[in-house]
């Protein structure tokens, strides 16, 4: 089947503006996951969403960093006033069910550079 | 905190030389324990996880891992190295007290393939 899949692939934009970020997960994944991952370094959690369960948005950076979830399917990260340092690739995660045994399908991420 | 140690950001072996990545994490308890691989252009693939049992785990593209919770450690080997294994290498970890089994990523270790 269809693996989890992000749009755009690359996004260049200037500093102050807003993008967005968009995630479809797996097909029947309840858990769905983003990470950052800047130049060079490991990836960084940012925001976790299971089922009807309130998101874990211990990993956003600032208040600039927001994101939905449309019921157990599509994914929005939107990102306000973009700073250079949000320069990086936005990794989506789907898993089954968000335990931790389970393992999580990665997309193959937006790459977002702010000039 | 968790955490999770790659000491080596770049490895350069010989093709048909064997590998070992280290892997070190930091956390109370058993945790859950994974290595993926980031090939270019492609979003990360899980090679093989732990989470209890037999301390040799098999993966994957004939990789394996052993945990040893004396060393808090989970290295990654490989017998003999095939040149489609150069790519970045990451182990990640989870906790069974880490709700929605969020990943904690180390900074990855970059593989180049001699011929």
């Known amino acids: 089947g269809a693996g989890v899949s992000q749009s755009p692939s690359n996004k260049v934009t200037e500093k102050g503006k807003d993008v967005e970020l968009r995630c479809d997960p797996i097909?029947?994944?309840?858990?769905l996951y983003w990470y950052r991952q800047r130049l060079g370094q490991g990836l960084e959690f940012l925001i976790y969403?299971?089922?009807?369960?309130?998101?874990?948005k211990s990993g956003l950076p600032s208040d600039r960093f927001s994101a939905e979830r449309t019921g157990e399917s599509v994914s929005t990260l939107t990102i306000q006033r973009t700073q250079q340092e949000d320069s990086a690739v936005y990794l989506c995660?789907?898993?089954?069910?968000?335990?931790?045994?389970?393992?999580?399908?990665f997309g193959p991420g937006t790459r977002l550079t702010v000039l | 905190a968790q955490s999770v140690t790659q000491p080596d950001i770049h490895i350069t072996v010989s093709e048909g030389a064997s590998l070992e990545l280290r892997c070190n994490y930091s956390?109370?308890?058993?945790?859950?324990l994974f290595w993926y691989v980031q090939s270019p252009g492609q979003g990360l693939q899980l090679l093989l996880k732990?989470?209890?049992?037999?301390?040799l785990v098999q993966g994957i593209k004939g990789f394996e891992a052993e945990f040893k919770r004396s060393q808090s450690s989970f290295n990654l080997r490989k017998p003999s190295v095939h040149w489609s294994d150069a790519a970045e290498y990451f182990c990640?970890?989870?906790?069974?007290?880490?709700?929605?089994?969020?990943?904690?990523f180390g900074q990855g270790t970059e593989l180049s393939v001699k011929p």
């Open positions: 995660a789907s898993s089954t069910s968000g335990r931790s045994t389970d393992t999580q399908y």
């Open positions: 097909s029947g994944h309840t858990a």
């Open positions: 969403f299971q089922g009807n369960s309130a998101p874990d």
């Open positions: 956390y109370g308890a058993t945790p859950y």
């Open positions: 732990y989470f209890s049992g037999d301390t």
């Open positions: 990640a970890v989870a906790t069974y007290y880490n709700q929605g089994g969020k990943l904690i």
